[in-house]
């Protein structure tokens, strides 16, 4: 514990974000490739299909990506209510609303195995709309961890950063002595655990799930063990 606590906040909690931006890309392969073509994460995407769909176009779906939508916003409007007084970056309340997300996906992925490869519409639908309601949780609970360019659930702003701030364009990346790096990781591992997600489902549609819900909960666990050490060290 001692050890723990030693190491900066801030670092741990970039390392912490960044493993969770790799879950975001699993349970979006999950839910777009596996469940009908839904996004759980990045809400853009929804977003994006649904004004797609409302054309009619090429059959895309309607009632997945908007009930997904509707989930996230209630999940981080959960997320920032139970937070609105947090006052430091890690509280007892973060651990418990990242444990609710690791403890939701898994119980989710429990769902998919023993309901099969290809289920019911009804629990297709319920699974990506639980999966996006916990990923507004996350999403909000990592803005309120506030690590700077890794918000874990969307990476179109980290590209435009990525880009705009490196030497190809105005150069700040480097005057100001990085955060190109942090950048490119996000968009690695959400690319990572995309491609992770899309492998796993090779072997089952719940498989994805298991393994993102083990990484948040481990998520989970040293944040919360590093907030608890570093209170008593102080």
Do not use: C
């Amino acid at each position: 514990m001692t050890r723990l606590a030693a190491v900066p906040a801030d670092r741990l909690h970039l390392w912490l974000m960044l493993v969770l931006t790799f879950t975001t890309g699993i349970v979006d392969a999950v839910g777009y490739l596996g469940l009908d073509r839904v996004f759980t994460g990045n809400m853009t995407g929804n977003v994006v299909i649904l004004g797609m769909a409302l054309v009619g176009g090429d059959g895309l779906p309607i009632l997945g990506p908007a009930l997904a939508l509707l989930g996230f916003m209630a999940g981080a409007a959960l997320g920032g209510r139970v937070l609105r007084r947090a006052g430091v970056a890690w509280t007892s309340r973060t651990t418990v609303l990242f444990a609710l997300v690791g403890v939701v996906t898994l119980g989710l992925a429990v769902l998919l195995l023993v309901d099969g490869e290809e289920p019911a519409r009804a629990v297709g639908v319920t699974v990506t709309t639980l999966l996006g309601a916990v990923m507004g949780v996350q999403a909000a609970t990592a803005r309120v961890i506030a690590v700077k360019d890794v918000t874990t659930v969307v990476v179109t702003s980290t590209i435009t950063g990525l880009a705009a701030d490196s030497v190809l364009g105005s150069g700040k990346a480097r005057a100001a002595g990085g955060g190109s790096g942090r950048r490119f990781l996000a968009v690695a591992l959400i690319l990572a655990g995309a491609a992770a997600g899309a492998a796993l489902l090779q072997w089952h549609l719940g498989a994805g799930l298991v393994l993102a819900g083990v990484l948040i909960v481990g998520v989970t666990l040293v944040g919360g063990l590093h907030a608890r050490a570093s209170v008593g060290a102080a």
